[in-house]
């Protein structure tokens, strides 16, 4: 007989457990279980080694438009309360200073007016001249033959102390669902239960392991990354939407080369983050420059092929999933993007290439300062909407309507706005199993 909930969470990654947090703790739901295909919580993109361990707030992401980083910083303000109110500061969130660098003429009148534009939105937020990132971040003045790199550079960003930056969101995933279960004595958490069948029999939802096992709900979100939209096709649901795993590569340094997270300006015709600097707070706070960008067949990176077959199901190679690609690949910026992240995972030549590129941070970089980060980086989903012809940038949702269920895919900033796309999911269930939600105690906790 089946194990019966009210709601069901299934993924034990930041996404999930920020769900089975805030459903515990601000709604009066009776029974909730979070459903984890692994031995722990986090083994994958949450896991502090698979991602640079940011709060993505907006003010150094130059990708961000005003609209969204006006979006996205409430968010990730939801995580710096959630963990001053479990008092997790230097836990597993910490102050580092950061900033978004800006190279050349062009790039530094960017940053300037971009710094105008944004102050309003984060008030800590500084500006830096040369003098003051040699101040800073002297590596990244220092040129490679000695002395000061030529190039005009400008920078906006933040001191240590000045804001919250870095969090590791595989010991927060900890955190929220202990959290969860003390605040709900009937909830209860499952691990080795991979879910490979969810089938709905009048307003129950199913779900069935690879070990057989059976639980039902009324509700389900379903939090799983790529394997969301592989569940949600097995039901009929997404079919207009695609799947691109795209991964991301690390290289470590064996020293402080940076004091705090250096970003540089994203090219806006590429939809994936640009190569940044930043202090590794699992690594002895060595620098750990990256991610690069690599297109895998597979939804996840370190369990060998498993999920090659998924892959292919998520795909759904078709005319228009095919027209998508090669529309991606004659842009040439793109196209030569894509070549060359492939030759960063190419031994003898990927560190010679990598330095290249990491030297517009530190340009006193060489290739016997870096390490290929063997066993960093994750995967995210990006997803192709087949209706519209084109990637999608950001987090995508099915919900299915007046269905009882959700299905999340979340590339980056998908930590960062965990909370604030929990509360999302939050109103939905609430909304659909007639609950109640203390929203006032949740402004107060986590909207401060």
Do not use: W
Not at 124 to 141: A, C, L
Not at 369 to 382: L, M, S
């Amino acid at each position: 007989m089946a194990q019966h909930f009210d709601v069901i969470v299934v993924g034990g990654g930041i996404s999930g457990a920020a769900l089975f947090y805030e459903l515990s703790k601000y709604t009066n739901v009776k029974k909730v279980a979070l459903i984890e295909k692994y031995h722990a919580l986090s083994t994958l993109n949450s896991k502090g080694t698979s991602n640079s361990q940011t709060i993505h707030s907006g003010d150094i992401e130059t990708n961000y438009t005003y609209e969204k980083a006006s979006k996205v910083k409430p968010n990730a303000d939801m995580i710096v309360n959630y963990a001053k109110l479990v008092k997790a500061e230097e836990k597993f969130m910490f102050s580092h200073q950061k900033m978004a660098l800006a190279v050349g003429e062009e790039e530094c009148a960017f940053m300037q007016k971009r710094y105008e534009e944004f102050k309003d939105i984060y008030p800590y937020i500084r500006k830096f001249d040369k003098v003051e990132i040699k101040r800073i971040e002297p590596k990244v003045v220092e040129a490679l033959g000695g002395g000061d790199r030529p190039e005009e550079i400008f920078a906006m960003g933040a001191l240590a102390g000045d804001c919250y930056t870095t969090v590791d969101f595989g010991k927060m995933s900890e955190s929220l669902a202990e959290e969860a279960m003390k605040a709900n004595q009937e909830n209860q958490m499952f691990f080795n239960e991979e879910i490979v069948n969810i089938y709905k029999k009048g307003d129950v939802f199913y779900l069935i392991s690879a070990n057989k096992t059976e639980f039902s709900a009324n509700f389900v979100v379903v939090n799983a990354g790529a394997h969301s939209l592989f569940l949600a096709h097995k039901m009929g649901y997404g079919l207009d939407y695609a799947c691109l795993p795209v991964a991301g590569s690390f290289y470590l340094t064996k020293k402080h080369l940076l004091n705090g997270k250096v970003y540089m300006v994203q090219n806006p015709k590429l939809p994936f983050a640009a190569l940044h600097g930043d202090p590794d707070i699992l690594c002895d706070m060595n620098t750990r420059f990256g991610p690069t960008a690599l297109v895998l067949p597979k939804l996840e990176r370190y369990h060998g092929l498993k999920s090659l077959p998924e892959f292919f199901t998520t795909l759904r190679l078709d005319g228009t999933t095919i027209k998508i690609l090669l529309d991606l690949m004659k842009d040439s910026t793109i196209r030569n993007y894509i070549l060359r992240n492939f030759l960063f995972e190419v031994p003898y030549l990927n560190k010679n290439l990598f330095v290249k590129d990491a030297r517009k941070i530190v340009p006193s970089l060489t290739t016997d300062d870096i390490t290929y980060a063997k066993g960093f980086g994750g995967v995210r989903p990006q997803v192709l909407n087949k209706t519209e012809k084109k990637l999608m940038l950001g987090e995508a949702s099915i919900v299915p309507q007046n269905q009882g269920i959700i299905f999340n895919m979340t590339p980056s900033p998908g930590a960062t706005s965990c909370m604030g796309n929990a509360l999302r999911d939050l109103r939905m269930v609430v909304d659909y199993l007639k609950l109640e939600f203390n929203e006032e105690l949740f402004n107060k906790e986590l909207r401060g």
